[in-house]
Structures are given as C-alpha cells and as structure tokens.
C-alpha cells in the first residue's frame, strides 16, 4: 500500500520562502514520477511541479524561476524549495505519484496521479 506524508508548510509573508517535504512508503516502481500539486477552496486541483524518474523536473508557468523540486529516492522523498511567495501561492500542497505502465508518461495531468497525500496547507500574506 501506498502511502505519502507530507510536512513543512506554514505560513510567511509575500517574498518570503517555505519547504514542504513529502516522505513515500510503498512506492516502489522505478520509472517513478512525483509531484507537488495545489488546491484552494472552489478551485480545481492545480499543477505545480513535477519530477520524472531520471531527475528531470517540469514547473508551472506560475512558479517557474521561484519554486525548485528535488527528490532522494534513497529516503523515497520529495521535496519542494518555495521562494518569492506570493499570496497567490496560497493553498493545500499535495503530494503525488503516479503508478508506472506499459507506457511511461510523467506529465502535469492531475487525472494521471494514482497516490495522493493529505496536503499541507501554505499561507502567504500579503
């Protein structure tokens, strides 16, 4: 069973900067693809970041240049370095995984993702 845990998070003024952390168990394919998605109340799931098997990581035009993800597949985390937030930012950080097939495909797609966390919420004031 799969499993995501995310952490950090919190709350910061415009311009500042948060991490948030996200820890898999059970997530075991090797052609993984992970990412950081966010909501805030009436709105849809959005895209933010994410990162395919090899390392290779795709932004949201929204946070391209401010938001860096990373991950260590050794300790099955994710993690996600926010800088120049700004209250748009704001919202429910989710963690996500996508199961791998007969065809690998790491893309932005919110449908596409099998595995969710439970979010963190990020505050930005303005």
């Known amino acids: 069973q799969v499993r995501l845990v995310e952490s950090g998070g919190g709350s910061v003024q415009a311009g500042g900067s948060l991490n948030v952390s996200c820890v898999a168990s059970g997530y075991t394919d090797r052609r993984s693809c992970m990412g950081w998605f966010r909501q805030t109340p009436g709105k849809e799931r959005d895209r933010v970041a994410i990162?395919?098997?090899?390392?290779?990581?795709t932004y949201a035009d929204s946070v391209k240049g401010r938001f860096a993800i990373s991950q260590d597949k050794a300790k099955n985390a994710l993690y996600l370095q926010m800088s120049s937030l700004k209250p748009e930012d704001n919202g429910m950080y989710y963690c996500?995984?996508?199961?791998?097939?007969?065809?690998?495909?790491?893309?932005?797609?919110?449908?596409?993702?099998?595995?969710w966390g439970q979010g963190i919420q990020v505050t930005v004031s303005s």
């Open positions: 990162i395919d098997w090899i390392g290779n990581p």
């Open positions: 996500a995984a996508k199961k791998d097939g007969v065809w690998y495909v790491c893309d932005m797609d919110v449908a596409r993702y099998d595995y």
